[in-house]
């Protein structure tokens, strides 16, 4: 089976990237985000043809984040791209990895039962997979499947720290901030310049991720959760410095 790997898995970060300083302004409403309907994007270098690009599995079962549809602009630009997307609305097998090439975990986190995250810490948030689950996705990836993790700020990371940790990446669970928020108590936007020339102010790095056809050399930003590697010797490859900003911790439910 043919694998598409670490390039396109960053062409797909580019494009998300960007996406996320188009729309992010458009998708709140108030103090509460909404999802953004009707999203649009006219491709006019597309990196494949229609329909024949890798394979993208977007695990909507295990987030209700992405069950009110807030990862719709993302589907939407993929395909412009040629990316093939489907929502998966079940659980993860061997089958369904066999054909995927990209695997989307997106906020998973449950919202009802025995694991429901209002029930927990966010530290103590069970793990919204299962061991063979998480065993079973690790040996996709070992084999050459791409995956694609994402978690916003407390307490959406809970649910997958025990599957980040498989990887070498421990989640900061709490909310990224710039000091001078924190002092004010107030949350206010993370701005990434390519030459930053204020304070709280991050740097973009060179990276595939910004550096794309759609990479913005500004990006802007506002509570996230950061991660950082779980040893030394395990080297990530930053896409953004933030001088000025700093963790600020939370470990009680989230309403």
Request: aromatic share 8%; with cysteine; proline share 7%.
């Amino acid at each position: 089976m043919k694998r598409f790997t670490g390039p396109c898995l960053a062409a797909l970060l580019a494009m998300l990237w960007a996406l996320v300083a188009a729309i992010l302004p458009a998708g709140a409403t108030g103090d509460r985000q909404t999802a953004v309907t009707g999203y649009a994007y006219e491709n006019e270098n597309p990196a494949y043809a229609a329909q024949s690009g890798p394979r993208i599995v977007i695990h909507r079962h295990v987030s209700p984040y992405l069950q009110r549809g807030s990862f719709e602009p993302f589907k939407a630009l993929a395909e412009t791209d040629g990316f093939q997307v489907r929502w998966l609305d079940a659980p993860l097998t061997a089958e369904i990895l066999a054909e995927t090439d990209i695997l989307a975990i997106v906020n998973a986190y449950a919202r009802s039962g025995a694991g429901d995250y209002r029930r927990f810490s966010t530290m103590d948030v069970p793990s919204i997979y299962s061991e063979g689950e998480l065993d079973l996705i690790v040996s996709w990836v070992e084999k050459g499947g791409s995956l694609l993790l994402l978690a916003d700020h407390s307490p959406f990371a809970g649910g997958t720290i025990e599957l980040a940790s498989r990887f070498g990446a421990i989640y900061m669970t709490g909310h990224a901030l710039r000091k001078d928020s924190i002092s004010a108590d107030l949350h206010v936007h993370i701005d990434f310049h390519r030459s930053p020339d204020g304070y709280g102010q991050g740097k973009l790095n060179r990276h595939p991720i910004v550096d794309g056809a759609l990479g913005s050399a500004l990006s802007s930003i506002f509570t996230p959760s950061a991660a950082r590697p779980s040893s030394p010797r395990r080297r990530g490859q930053p896409v953004a410095d933030s001088p000025g900003i700093r963790g600020h911790p939370d470990l009680s439910p989230d309403r």
